[in-house]
């Protein structure tokens, strides 16, 4: 895992990922006590950053496995972006999905041309029918943060990031990116080391599902005690992965944490400033910049706005902060 | 007015305006019938094209003309594009308002450095009292369509569009702009008509409001009966002007009218399908797109979300569509 890969991935990636550009508002500013730059990967294709490293895997595969198809776990953001990064190579995917999954989540994915298998989570274990159906028909699984081609697409966000920067004159600034699994910020974090090394990332997480920070405080993987109870989905997993953490350890500056409540209000600020549509995970980076002003440094702080894919109910309570 | 203003426009406003991309998603090519390409001008500052247009009239003035300061009329969109603008040189904007303007917009506009004065549309003239302030300040009036620099600046949006239509193979296509007093629509086609002439420029208004579709078919300007009764406020204006006219005389293809129903339709397919905040008038030629297809020519269609500047009501009313 290097910066040769993402600058590997970029040249697959372009011209087949939405380039996103920086954005800002003198709001926000204001809140921040700072100017907030944000990098909206909620414009990437299929609402999110997950594009990225879903396309870079399936591009750096040999022709001939790849054509006999991929799969994925996945009931969000991953399972769009493996889709579609699977049409666009003329292959097919599988996405496991729990029945429960939200009824939009699953027509989505279908739309998007994948071959949707629903589980009981309950009854059944979705690392079993993947195993047995990965067997059959020869599939290549894409892990969603866990898997160096993925890594390197994500990477490919910093290298704009770094770009941008550079052109834009900041220098001095931390990079705050909404954090799950860590490849997001793990392939953002290589990519600034290498190309603009003044910036620091700084993973956001929401409250109770901070395991990234707590890691970080205690040089060690720190899983989370539960997997359910914040609406910052997008971003819940057990813990960094074996290959996001060392990255995430040598590379990130300190975690910062965010309430429910404080990415509902972030949301709305994006909507009212920005005119973007953020998810509440998607929405974290940029309530830690918003809130959490005095656990940041520099002039300047870069944000990425990970998602935007929010029900309408959600997105109507996040306006009722305002 | 000539294709030379704006490139001089577009050398003076770059690095200050957002080069916003092209985006799109398949969800809304399923809809149109064609693919979809959405220029998302409510991403540029303030939220909303006006920026480019106020920022080319205020670079292009003389400095010491600039310097003594400039007016405008506007309750929306133009109102906060010269307040930034004028704020960006370093130069005083005083902005008239009706006194019975929407609270944020008057806040936005003071937020921005304006000086706001405000006047009962009941009982006083805003021509009065912006003629008795530019004499007493020497102040310079920029007006929101009507102004070849502002045309200039407007323009620039279409030598991004075809730029990118030329990097994305798009030679085939209408490209919807919504319309107001027309100055987007004049400086697109302009600059389309240099850059791209296979594109073909077509205007989108609400029903009822769609004085240049109708000027377009009796090839004489003709004049709103009315000028309130649509929630597309922002591209509600009395006709087209005696610089935008024989502009959009000349290049535009017929116009197309869209529902203020479609309208918000519009709204909640750029929220669920790009993440992207539209206002009502914002989203006419998108509306145009997904609504109607069979007035449309070509295997892709561009079109202007022109601005995103809408209150949390009027966008939940447009969640409640989907």
Not at 57 to 85: E, K, T, Y
Not at 155 to 166: F, R, S, V, Y
Not at 198 to 214: I, M, N, Q, S, Y
Request: proline letters at 4%.
């Amino acid at each position: 895992m290097n910066i040769e890969m993402i600058r590997a991935a970029a040249t697959r990636i372009h011209g087949h990922a939405v380039r996103t550009p920086l954005v800002r508002s003198e709001f926000l500013d204001q809140i921040a006590g700072r100017r907030v730059w944000v990098k909206p990967e909620c414009l990437q294709h299929t609402g999110s950053f997950k594009f990225r490293g879903a396309y870079s895997a399936l591009s750096a595969m040999a022709p001939d496995v790849r054509a006999r198809g991929v799969i994925a776990f996945s009931s969000g953001n991953h399972a769009q972006g493996v889709a579609l990064a699977a049409r666009m190579h003329g292959t097919s995917s599988v996405i496991i999905m729990p029945a429960d999954a939200p009824q939009m989540k699953i027509d989505n994915t279908r739309a998007l041309g994948a071959e949707v298998v629903l589980y009981d989570r309950a009854t059944e274990s979705r690392d079993e029918i993947g195993a047995t159906l990965s067997a059959e028909r020869g599939l290549t699984l894409v892990k969603p943060f866990d898997n160096a081609e993925v890594i390197a697409g994500q990477g490919t966000c910093g290298l704009e990031i770094a770009e941008d920067a550079d052109r834009l004159g900041i220098k001095d600034a931390d990079v705050v990116v909404c954090c799950g699994g860590g490849g997001l910020t793990a392939g953002i974090a290589l990519a600034l080391e290498a190309e603009a090394p003044t910036l620091r990332v700084r993973p956001a997480e929401p409250a109770g599902f901070d395991d990234v920070a707590r890691s970080l405080a205690a040089h060690k993987i720190v899983k989370n005690p539960a997997l359910t109870g914040s609406i910052c989905d997008a971003i819940i997993t057990p813990s960094a992965g074996d290959l996001t953490w060392p990255i995430l350890r040598r590379l990130c500056g300190a975690g910062l944490v965010i309430t429910d409540d404080e990415a509902l209000c972030a949301m709305a600020h994006a909507f009212s400033r920005l005119k973007l549509v953020a998810e509440p995970g998607g929405a974290a980076a940029l309530a830690a910049a918003l809130f959490r002003k005095d656990e940041i440094e520099g002039d300047d702080v870069i944000v990425t706005i990970s998602g935007g894919n929010v029900d309408p109910a959600m997105f109507t309570a996040a306006l009722e902060t305002l």
